[in-house]
């Protein structure tokens, strides 16, 4: 049997429904269940006593109810006090029935299973998986490690676990063709699929969470192989094509860089130069710009235009949001009009009337350089004269979401040139593989007289004070943001985080502008709460960390990070560059828990150290090298299914080796496999 024909409805318990879901996620053969690997593991393998509990543990425990009430404050909730020998925890329900309320009578027994948050009195758990043991229930232990997968909205875990389940017995009784010969391994891919999906009891738990077991090793490997072959397609299908040869730097580039306000840094005149350089050869521009937040990247990307436009084509300036768009919007029409040109603006929600005007003033020629959206590149908008795509915040798309975009536009064989940017910035040795298809250009200097971000870090205990500084802040007119943090893929955890913050704030501070950010947000509410915090109607801004990269808000000194110590460096330096974009000085605050872990102590150490983004990437590359439980890849650089361009940079050259002997009529089911349709999604994190 076939497994990458054999459709997902073929399997129990998926209709049309749950394909649909399903699909969102890539899903639609058998074989692409197989390849849909878990993002991580829960450890339920034993039970730990109350006592021990800690702040963002993900724990299985177990106790008898010690008192349990509803409350009526804002929301209702139900509240259940469990203790055992060694301490007491609360249970925390925003959404309970009558009955689940009597059966979690005092002195019931019961399991639990949950993310430990700190409360108001004790640690408690919000919305615990829980059985009650007096049905005589099992305790919620489990044999082995408990895979949670990537998920879509309204399919839960225990149905994907549910669907791998028989994807792996089919895997059983079919095989999987073996696209790639490994050699000094004993471990077969089937093997290491299984092994993955469902680590069986007697793993080594310690190899599997840092993925130095030979089974996440045999798949990483697969799958940066699969990888670099399909960037090497993408890479020679550009170099047969042509593109428009442009006259660059010329005179409407030398006008622009006379009007601004400031001299350009070496850095920027040199990124500036080699980009005329490549828009000069008949040969599509393949360019990404790395440069920190605040770096200057606009300016270049405005030079870049002003080089296209000066020869007579038009620029289509796309970003993944909204809110980032508007601002390039901005500025791009700051720099332009003064000099005569046409800026036009597409984005999803334009009323018709103002779309079919924005769509036909770019199919006229009309419009010199458009702004947008992904709405820029959706089929009824048609270009005169399209000869150069800019992309910002790269690292969103994937390496097919960019040969897509650069087929837009292609006429009579021609296709545009392409610059993209990003504020992530990564080491050179991981640049060339997560950008392979890319030439890069690093802005490696800041425009002078920028204040360094000061970063401080503080313990929760001391979360009084935090709030008071941030009162301070905002009663001198600045802005502030507070960033909550949980394990990333419970957006509704994370969501009630948020609301239980703003909840909190809003007692300490009724008079302020507090207003709120989350993934379970849909975009266009999103977009409108940014909306009003750039516009200073908002003066508190509570994010998950979901809150975009390069939003520009000046006006914002002061981010406040809680659960600092859960956050990779790179991640920390992108939250920090919210701020520090302005005149007046900024901070930033980590706040963490107690009882820091030798490398959170580290991370925390570096970012008080140093505001250098580049300096940041390597030491995360130095100190992630030995892994942690901790988001394992969250690098926010490149989204592998399993490998982690940091952790396995060992198997980089292995695998380019192996990608020259792949027969040449593996590839594309290789790359299928691994890479499927990598459709866009943009907005919604
Ligand atoms: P980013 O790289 O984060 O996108 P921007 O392009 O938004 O950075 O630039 C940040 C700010 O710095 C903007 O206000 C911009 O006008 C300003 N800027 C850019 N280049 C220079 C320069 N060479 N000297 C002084 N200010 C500059
Ligand atoms: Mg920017």
Same mark, same amino acid.
């Given at each position: 049997?076939? !497994?990458?024909?054999?459709?997902?409805?073929?399997?129990?318990?998926?209709?049309?429904?749950?394909?649909?879901?399903?699909?969102?996620?890539?899903?639609?053969?058998?074989?692409?269940?197989?390849?849909?690997?878990?993002?991580?593991?829960?450890?339920?393998?034993?039970?730990?006593?109350?006592?021990?509990?800690?702040?963002?543990?993900?724990?299985?425990?177990?106790?008898?109810?010690?008192?349990?009430?509803?409350?009526? @404050?804002?929301?209702?909730?139900?509240?259940?006090?469990?203790?055992?020998?060694?301490?007491?925890?609360?249970?925390? $329900? $925003?959404?309970?029935?009558?009955?689940?309320?009597?059966?979690?009578?005092?002195?019931?027994?019961?399991?639990?299973?949950?993310?430990?948050?700190?409360?108001?009195?004790?640690?408690?758990? =919000?919305?615990?998986?829980?059985?009650?043991?007096?049905?005589?229930?099992?305790?919620?232990?489990?044999?082995?490690?408990?895979?949670?997968?990537?998920?879509?909205?309204?399919?839960?875990?225990?149905?994907?676990?549910?669907?791998? #389940?028989? %994807? &792996?017995?089919?895997?059983?009784?079919?095989?999987?063709?073996? !696209?790639?010969?490994?050699?000094?391994?004993?471990?077969? !891919?089937?093997?290491?699929?299984?092994?993955?999906?469902?680590?069986?009891?007697?793993?080594?738990?310690?190899?599997?969470?840092?993925?130095? @077991?030979?089974?996440?090793?045999?798949?990483?490997?697969?799958?940066?192989?699969?990888?670099?072959?399909?960037?090497?397609?993408?890479?020679?299908?550009?170099?047969?094509?042509?593109?428009?040869?442009?006259?660059?730097?010329?005179?409407?580039?030398?006008?622009?860089?006379?009007?601004?306000? $400031?001299?350009?840094?070496?850095?920027? %005149?040199?990124?500036?130069?080699?980009?005329?350089? #490549?828009?000069?050869?008949?040969?599509?521009?393949?360019?990404?710009?790395?440069?920190?937040?605040?770096?200057?990247?606009?300016?270049?990307?405005?030079?870049?235009?002003?080089?296209?436009?000066?020869?007579?084509?038009?620029?289509?300036?796309?970003?993944?949001?909204?809110?980032?768009?508007?601002?390039?919007? %901005?500025?791009?029409?700051?720099?332009?009009?003064?000099?005569?040109?046409?800026?036009?603006?597409?984005?999803?929600? &334009?009323?018709?009337?103002?779309?079919?005007?924005?769509?036909?003033?770019?199919?006229?020629?009309?419009?010199?350089?458009?702004?947008?959206?992904?709405?820029?590149?959706?089929?009824?908008?048609?270009?005169?004269?399209?000869?150069?795509?800019?992309?910002?915040?790269?690292? *969103?798309?994937?390496?097919?979401?960019?040969?897509?975009? *650069?087929?837009?536009?292609?006429?009579?064989?021609?296709?545009?040139?392409?610059?993209?940017?990003?504020?992530?910035?990564?080491?050179?040795?991981?640049?060339?593989?997560?950008?392979?298809?890319?030439?890069?250009?690093?802005?490696?200097?800041?425009?002078?007289?920028?204040?360094?971000?000061?970063?401080?870090?503080?313990?929760?205990?001391?979360?009084?004070?935090?709030?008071?500084?941030?009162?301070? %802040?905002?009663?001198?007119?600045?802005?502030?943001?507070?960033?909550?943090?949980?394990?990333?893929?419970?957006?509704?955890?994370?969501?009630?985080?948020?609301?239980?913050?703003?909840?909190?704030? =809003?007692?300490?501070?009724?008079?302020?502008?507090?207003?709120?950010?989350?993934?379970?947000?849909?975009?266009?509410?999103?977009?409108?709460?940014?909306?009003?915090?750039?516009?200073?109607?908002?003066?508190?801004?509570?994010?998950?960390?979901?809150?975009?990269?390069?939003?520009?808000?000046?006006?914002?000194?002061?981010?406040?990070?809680?659960?600092?110590?859960?956050?990779?460096?790179?991640?920390?330096?992108?939250?920090?560059?919210?701020?520090?974009?302005?005149?007046?000085?900024?901070?930033?605050?980590?706040?963490?828990?107690?009882?820091?872990?030798?490398?959170?102590?580290?991370?925390?150490?570096?970012?008080?150290?140093?505001?250098?983004?580049?300096?940041?990437?390597?030491?995360? &590359?130095?100190?992630?090298?030995?892994?942690?439980?901790?988001?394992?890849?969250?690098?926010?650089?490149?989204?592998?299914?399993?490998?982690?361009?940091?952790?396995?940079?060992?198997?980089?050259?292995?695998?380019?080796?192996?990608?020259?002997?792949?027969?040449?009529?593996?590839?594309?089911?290789?790359?299928?496999?691994?890479?499927? #349709?990598?459709?866009?999604?943009?907005?919604?994190?």
């Amino acid at each position: 049997m076939d !497994l990458t024909e054999l459709s997902v409805t073929r399997l129990k318990g998926v209709g049309s429904k749950q394909a649909e879901k399903l699909a969102r996620l890539q899903i639609k053969s058998v074989q692409d269940v197989l390849f849909h690997l878990p993002l991580r593991y829960q450890d339920r393998t034993r039970e730990i006593a109350i006592g021990n509990l800690a702040v963002g543990l993900e724990a299985v425990f177990s106790g008898i109810v010690l008192n349990i009430e509803v409350l009526f @404050h804002r929301r209702r909730s139900m509240i259940c006090t469990i203790g055992d020998d060694t301490g007491e925890i609360t249970l925390r $329900f $925003f959404h309970f029935s009558n009955q689940q309320r009597d059966k979690l009578r005092k002195g019931t027994r019961v399991s639990c299973f949950g993310e430990i948050r700190r409360g108001r009195q004790t640690l408690e758990v =919000v919305h615990p998986e829980y059985q009650v043991l007096s049905d005589g229930a099992a305790p919620m232990t489990a044999q082995t490690l408990t895979p949670i997968y990537p998920v879509t909205e309204g399919l839960h875990q225990l149905a994907m676990r549910k669907i791998t #389940d028989q %994807a &792996l017995t089919h895997l059983q009784n079919a095989s999987l063709a073996e !696209l790639l010969t490994v050699p000094a391994t004993d471990t077969t !891919l089937q093997e290491a699929l299984a092994t993955v999906h469902r680590p069986p009891p007697s793993i080594n738990v310690e190899a599997l969470l840092q993925g130095s @077991h030979p089974a996440v090793q045999r798949l990483a490997l697969e799958e940066l192989v699969a990888h670099r072959l399909s960037v090497q397609r993408v890479r020679d299908k550009a170099r047969l094509q042509s593109a428009p040869a442009i006259a660059a730097p010329g005179d409407l580039c030398a006008k622009l860089i006379e009007s601004l306000p $400031f001299t350009l840094t070496g850095a920027q %005149a040199r990124v500036i130069e080699e980009i005329a350089a #490549d828009l000069q050869t008949p040969q599509p521009m393949l360019r990404l710009i790395q440069g920190d937040v605040g770096s200057g990247k606009t300016m270049v990307a405005a030079a870049a235009a002003a080089m296209a436009v000066g020869a007579g084509y038009q620029v289509a300036i796309m970003a993944p949001t909204e809110i980032l768009a508007e601002q390039h919007l %901005a500025s791009f029409t700051e720099c332009f009009e003064p000099l005569g040109l046409n800026i036009g603006w597409l984005k999803g929600k &334009l009323g018709s009337r103002q779309k079919r005007d924005a769509i036909e003033a770019i199919a006229m020629g009309h419009t010199h350089i458009a702004v947008g959206t992904h709405a820029l590149f959706q089929r009824d908008v048609e270009f005169a004269n399209l000869g150069l795509t800019i992309v910002d915040e790269q690292h *969103r798309f994937g390496v097919h979401q960019r040969l897509s975009l *650069r087929e837009k536009g292609i006429e009579n064989g021609r296709v545009p040139h392409q610059l993209t940017m990003t504020a992530t910035p990564i080491p050179r040795t991981l640049a060339m593989t997560a950008y392979a298809d890319l030439d890069c250009s690093v802005i490696d200097e800041l425009p002078p007289g920028r204040q360094e971000i000061k970063t401080v870090a503080v313990p929760n205990s001391r979360r009084t004070e935090v709030i008071e500084r941030v009162a301070v %802040a905002i009663a001198e007119g600045r802005q502030v943001y507070w960033v909550c943090t949980l394990i990333e893929e419970s957006e509704v955890l994370q969501a009630r985080a948020a609301e239980d913050t703003v909840t909190e704030l =809003v007692d300490h501070m009724p008079d302020v502008a507090i207003a709120m950010v989350h993934g379970r947000m849909n975009s266009a509410d999103k977009d409108q709460t940014m909306h009003e915090f750039k516009e200073n109607q908002v003066q508190l801004l509570v994010a998950t960390t979901v809150i975009e990269v390069g939003v520009d808000v000046p006006n914002a000194s002061l981010i406040i990070i809680e659960n600092a110590e859960r956050l990779g460096l790179s991640q920390l330096h992108q939250l920090r560059g919210r701020v520090g974009r302005g005149s007046v000085s900024s901070s930033c605050v980590l706040v963490f828990e107690s009882g820091l872990s030798q490398r959170a102590k580290q991370r925390i150490a570096i970012m008080r150290e140093t505001n250098d983004g580049f300096a940041i990437a390597e030491k995360d &590359l130095e100190l992630r090298g030995a892994g942690e439980l901790l988001g394992t890849r969250q690098t926010g650089v490149m989204q592998f299914r399993i490998a982690d361009l940091m952790r396995d940079k060992k198997l980089l050259e292995q695998a380019r080796q192996l990608s020259e002997q792949v027969p040449a009529e593996n590839v594309p089911a290789l790359v299928e496999r691994w890479m499927g #349709d990598e459709a866009p999604e943009y907005g919604n994190v």
